[in-house]
């Protein structure tokens, strides 16, 4: 039951993360959406797995939190309830197949690995090009604001 809550939980805060309007509220919802992942490792037996992702979560979170704020505009309007709710809505349907169908949460060895090794040793690939993606989405956002304190100093 645990894994269903956490699963609904993540699949809510990513929806929320990807359409709402105001940057700093979708960063918030993205850092659920990392320590959700994060949970879901702790229950599964991926202690070490868990931090790397808290770890690399809080310093995607500094960099959009500080980029959101310098380079984001500010909206003229605000978010409604009525459109948050939808979304939530929307984000609880989707999350209706990790409820409903057979989803293990367990700590079940699948063909000899156990979930740790599975996810450092099968999956040590997505690690790093999640890294990658970080890596690169940090020098942009140091590119774009470098360019624009040369626009303000000139």
Do not use: C, H
């Not at 197949?97 to 996810?119: N, R």
Request: charged share 15%; hydrophobic share 55%.
């Amino acid at each position: 039951m645990m894994f269903e809550i956490l699963a609904v939980g993540l699949i809510i805060s990513a929806v929320l993360a990807l359409f709402l309007d105001e940057v700093i509220y979708s960063v918030a919802a993205l850092a659920g959406t990392f320590f959700f992942t994060a949970f879901i490792y702790v229950e599964n037996g991926a202690l070490y797995a868990a931090i790397f992702q808290i770890a690399v979560g809080v310093g995607t979170l500094a960099i959009l939190f500080l980029s959101g704020e310098m380079l984001g505009d500010k909206p003229k309007m605000k978010t409604s309830p009525k459109r948050t709710g939808a979304l939530v809505g929307i984000g609880a349907v989707l999350s209706l197949p990790a409820i409903f169908l057979s989803v293990s949460g367990s700590t079940g060895t699948t063909s000899g690995l156990d979930f740790g090794d599975a996810l450092w040793n099968v999956r040590g690939l997505d690690v790093v090009l999640q890294a990658l993606v970080i890596l690169t989405m940090a020098l942009g956002i140091a590119i774009v604001l470098n360019e624009k304190k040369k626009k303000g100093g000139q």
